[in-house]
């Protein structure tokens, strides 16, 4: 699995566009890119997944560059309720059956009224 | 669809005494079982996981162990608890196979060691 690093924390405020970037610079030719939002006293959820370029949900937007060296989660107009810990994991899963998971720090975003 | 649940959701044990953690996954065959836990304010800790019945590999080796009885079914377990073993403990679930990480969470579980 390729090491992925974030902030460790980010602040904004209501309204406001947030960009969190996650650096993987070993990421292998079959590995995914995927965000996870986690709030307090609950299991992380998915967010979104890429592999290169753009990739948009209802949620949010997730931009990956040519080198897919490092990847941007982009969260429109935030509210209160986004505040929550967001964790970038990076990995293939497809050829690997034995599929170990592991979670990095993440990044903990804090949004303000 | 699929679901996962576990329990209990919160239980108060003292130093010492054994702990069982269950979880089970319905809508799904062979999916990959994981443990994890979550002391107060940090990261996630992968404890556990599972390709398959039987199949555990673990972690880290400390007094808690897993067994999964049953293609769906991951049971976490302590002999005798520590104090540090409290915390928040999260089973999930993946599709072998499956692009990137794509993991799905149950309700989790506090520990609280007294």
């Known amino acids: 699995l390729a090491k992925t690093t974030q902030p460790i924390s980010m602040d904004s405020y209501e309204g406001q566009e947030v960009n969190i970037t996650c650096s993987h610079n070993n990421i292998a030719t079959n590995d995914y890119i995927t965000w996870y939002q986690q709030f307090p006293s609950q299991g992380p959820r998915f967010i979104i997944q890429?592999?290169?370029t753009k990739v948009t949900n209802e949620v949010a937007s997730l931009f990956i560059p040519a080198d897919r060296k490092s990847s941007t989660l982009s969260l429109p107009r935030v509210s209160l309720s986004d505040t929550a810990v967001y964790y970038c994991l990076v990995g293939d899963g497809v050829y690997s059956s034995a599929s170990k998971i592991i979670f990095g720090s993440g990044t903990r975003l804090s949004i303000r009224p | 669809s699929q679901t996962i649940h576990q329990w209990p959701a919160t239980l108060v044990q003292p130093v010492g005494s054994p702990l069982s953690l269950e979880c089970t996954v319905e809508?799904?065959?062979?999916?990959?079982l994981y443990w994890y836990r979550q002391a107060a304010g940090r990261g996630l800790q992968l404890l556990f996981y599972?390709?398959?019945?039987?199949?555990i590999s673990s972690e880290v080796p400390q007094n808690l162990s897993a067994s999964r009885p049953q293609d769906r079914q991951f049971i976490l377990s302590s002999k005798k608890l520590l104090l540090s073993d409290s915390g928040f403990y999260l089973c999930a679930w993946s599709v072998p196979g499956s692009s990137g990480n794509t993991i799905y969470f149950g309700e989790g579980s506090w520990l609280t060691v007294v």
């Open positions: 599972s390709v398959g019945i039987g199949q």
């Open positions: 890429g592999y290169k």
């Open positions: 809508g799904t065959s062979n999916p990959n």
